[in-house]
């Protein structure tokens, strides 16, 4: 009795079924990777408008600012000057002289003026910042807090260093693909080449940065992609590896730039971007009110140096130097009064509650 023909059905169906799973996977590994270089692009382009709103705030400041700090600047400089030629030329007693000093040394650390501290004070500060030993080394921490400190640091190396490879690996990876394809040695029509050339200059931005998810999108954009055959398996395994290891990669930078962008808003110059923006959807000229203030600043400042010259040529006794510039008195009472005011509305919330 002839023998029956073996069915290959089973091993065709295993093989299918495989294929078909590997493409469930890619077709999801894709869809992330696609998601991730949205976002990554769309993060990059928040941040790069942050930072160039920060940029034209401050050249904005600059230009319109430009005269008013330099007024402020002389002023400080006159002020600093007229205590140094008092110091010369007046003869004090040892009290009145530290008197005259703690008056200087006020004005500095109020911020009326700059600071201008000698070097021996400001060597005595440094010390108390920070313990030298006797050979010149800071001392800030016990070897127990070093030792743990250090293998911290260790730790955070160790565990950083797989990551930044594996991150390394992708993006040379992308940088080769693409350079294999647009070098422009690779072609002889000079109109080709010219645009090959541009192309790697963006190639080779990509690459000095670390930005897998330009070099990525270089590649999508010239449709300089890898072709794959549908029904091949160990091509479609490798390029779900490879997906899967730049998405690891994509996602740490995502991570980074949320992070940069977070960083940069909650920076001084971000916080001021900030209120500008609050203030001209109010109608409000925020850097107008902000030089307004200054030139208030200016008029006390020129007040301030009036009664330092009236003292330096004797015009006012000790006793009226000492007492301080009827300005900065009115200040202080303005400021005790608001003090007192708000110490009061919060007794009568208090009160009422």
């Not at 942050?50 to 402020?72: C, N, W, Y």
């Not at 990669?249 to 971000?270: A, C, D, I, M």
Request: hydrophobic residues 30%.
């Amino acid at each position: 009795m002839p023998k029956k023909a073996r069915s290959t059905f089973p091993a065709t169906t295993t093989t299918t079924l495989a294929l078909s799973s590997i493409h469930i996977r890619l077709e999801a590994i894709e869809k992330e990777h696609q998601w991730l270089l949205k976002q990554i692009k769309r993060k990059q382009t928040e941040l790069n408008n942050f930072v160039e709103q920060m940029r034209s705030l401050a050249t904005d400041i600059f230009h319109r600012g430009s005269p008013s700090f330099k007024k402020l600047a002389e002023l400080d400089r006159q002020i600093h000057t007229l205590f140094e030629e008092i110091f010369t030329t007046r003869k004090f007693g040892k009290k009145t002289k530290k008197d005259v000093e703690g008056i200087y040394r006020n004005l500095q650390m109020a911020g009326i003026i700059s600071p201008k501290l000698s070097n021996n004070e400001d060597d005595a500060e440094l010390d108390q910042l920070f313990e030298v030993d006797e050979n010149g080394n800071f001392d800030s921490q016990s070897p127990q807090e070093e030792d743990y400190q250090h293998q911290e640091t260790q730790q955070e190396i160790g565990f950083s260093s797989g990551a930044k490879a594996d991150g390394s690996r992708n993006v040379r990876q992308a940088f080769l693909r693409l350079a294999e394809i647009f070098h422009p040695d690779k072609v002889t029509d000079g109109e080709t080449q010219m645009r090959h050339t541009e192309i790697m200059k963006e190639i080779n931005k990509a690459y000095q940065e670390g930005d897998l998810a330009r070099l990525l999108e270089i590649e999508r954009k010239h449709q300089a992609g890898e072709s794959v055959e549908s029904n091949s398996e160990d091509d479609l395994t490798r390029k779900c590896t490879r997906l899967e290891q730049e998405n690891e990669f994509l996602k740490t930078q995502y991570e980074n730039l949320k992070r940069e962008l977070r960083l940069v808003k909650h920076s001084p110059e971000g916080a001021m971007v900030s209120d500008c923006r609050k203030a001209n959807r109010e109608g409000i000229d925020p850097v107008g009110q902000m030089l307004e203030q200054v030139e208030s600043e200016i008029e006390v400042i020129g007040d301030i140096r009036d009664f330092v010259k009236d003292f330096r040529e004797q015009k006012i006794s000790i006793k009226e130097f000492l007492y301080g510039p009827p300005v900065l008195r009115q200040r202080n009472q303005e400021m005790m009064e608001d003090l007192l005011e708000e110490m009061l509305g919060d007794l009568d919330r208090i009160v009422v509650f």
